[in-house]
């Protein structure tokens, strides 16, 4: 992770509760903005230039925190309202939704969006950022209101059924999961966020998960090794965030509902409108179905990063790159013109306020 550097700004947040009637539940939104571009005495939030963030299971609106602060990426707050938006039942510590509660699906969540910018009073387009189910979810938002939105990040973004084998381990974590967070659920969710490796540092440190959980692998247990990696200490962190922060009753529920999502993927040439960054990590278990994905998109608006060596945790273990790819996207749309990179100035001698000709010579990444 890049070193923090001072805000010429302070940022402020609030949280306000928006409650669907239809859908008789609640979202949670965390609304952070730079407190000097509040005109002078004036109380509303700025409203008019957002970014609406939607997390994957396993997670809420604090899976995008690290990211935003890095060094390279703090600049977006500059003239730009960042809402994060946690699906019902997914925020820290929450209560459990109504037994019998039937969680919305995919696309009524994606239509929900509709509502939830409605009652924030949002009249400007936004750009979402979307992480798997988030992902998935604003593709939804975006092909039901296509002149909302003026574009999406999309971070390992499947639009087809979910396979197979996937659904059988999804169902027997959602089987288990009214109980608490468990060993089978860690595993299921350290695939899902973390990918698969070939790494025996990285086994071993799954082994151990388990072994502390009270699994079979405990009679055979894992040799003590070299201190753990970062991406290690990633996983570590999320574990114990999972044990202590998520309702476990209810990210089987939002589980649930993204298991038994509808595909969308013959839809997206004609339906998604709108310009996208597709994202995804050359080693990531979801990789093939990101490239499916990408394949059916209209190429004209569709710039597809598959980043070298990368598996699912992007954000975590290669923001360098993915927040460069993201500053020079959002600066189309006129939302980071006046940014200015600092990690990577020195060696690639880059800047965001660059010309809209040389940020076009930057889309190498787009399909051919």
């Not at 805000?7 to 859908?23: C, D, G, M, S, T």
């Not at 600049?75 to 969680?103: A, N, S």
């Not at 969308?264 to 409108?273: A, R, Y």
Request: charged fraction near 25%; charge should be negative; glycine fraction near 8%.
């Amino acid at each position: 992770m890049g070193e923090g550097r001072t805000l010429p700004f302070q940022l402020q947040e609030v949280e306000k509760k928006i409650y669907h009637e239809e859908l008789e539940c609640t979202f949670t939104c965390h609304i952070k903005y730079a407190e000097s571009y509040l005109a002078k005495g004036e109380k509303r939030l700025p409203l008019d230039k957002a970014i609406i963030t939607i997390h994957d299971i396993g997670a809420n609106h604090t899976q995008f925190h690290g990211f935003l602060q890095h060094s390279d990426m703090r600049c977006i707050y500059r003239g730009i309202t960042v809402i994060h938006i946690t699906m019902p039942g997914q925020e820290e510590e929450g209560d459990d939704l109504p037994k019998g509660f039937k969680y919305p699906s995919m696309l009524q969540l994606g239509e929900a969006i509709g509502v939830v910018l409605d009652k924030l009073e949002i009249k400007g387009d936004i750009v979402g950022f979307g992480v798997g189910a988030g992902a998935n979810i604003l593709c939804r938002f975006a092909m039901a209101f296509p002149n909302r939105v003026l574009g999406l990040i999309l971070l390992e973004c499947t639009a087809d059924n979910v396979g197979l084998l996937e659904w059988a381990e999804d169902k027997r974590v959602v089987a288990t999961l009214h109980k608490g967070i468990n060993a089978s659920a860690e595993k299921y969710l350290l695939w899902h966020h973390f990918g698969s490796t070939k790494s025996s540092k990285t086994m071993t440190k799954v082994k151990g998960f388990l072994t502390k959980m009270g699994s079979q692998s405990a009679m055979n247990p894992p040799t003590p090794a070299e201190p753990p990696s970062i991406r290690e200490q990633e996983m570590d962190i999320y574990i114990e965030y999972l044990r202590t922060q998520m309702n476990s009753n209810n990210l089987g529920l939002f589980i649930e509902s993204y298991m038994h999502r509808v595909s969308f993927i013959n839809k997206l040439k004609d339906e998604l409108n709108v310009d996208t960054l597709l994202v995804t990590g050359s080693k990531s278990p979801h990789n093939r179905r990101v490239e499916e994905m990408a394949q059916h998109m209209d190429k004209g608006k569709t710039t597809f990063l598959n980043i070298t060596g990368a598996s699912t945790d992007v954000m975590e273990m290669y923001p360098d790159r993915l927040a460069e790819s993201i500053l020079y996207f959002v600066q189309g749309f006129g939302l980071a013109a006046s940014q200015r990179r600092g990690s990577l100035q020195a060696n690639r001698k880059l800047s965001l306020c660059s010309t809209m000709m040389e940020a076009d010579a930057y889309q190498t990444a787009a399909l051919p």
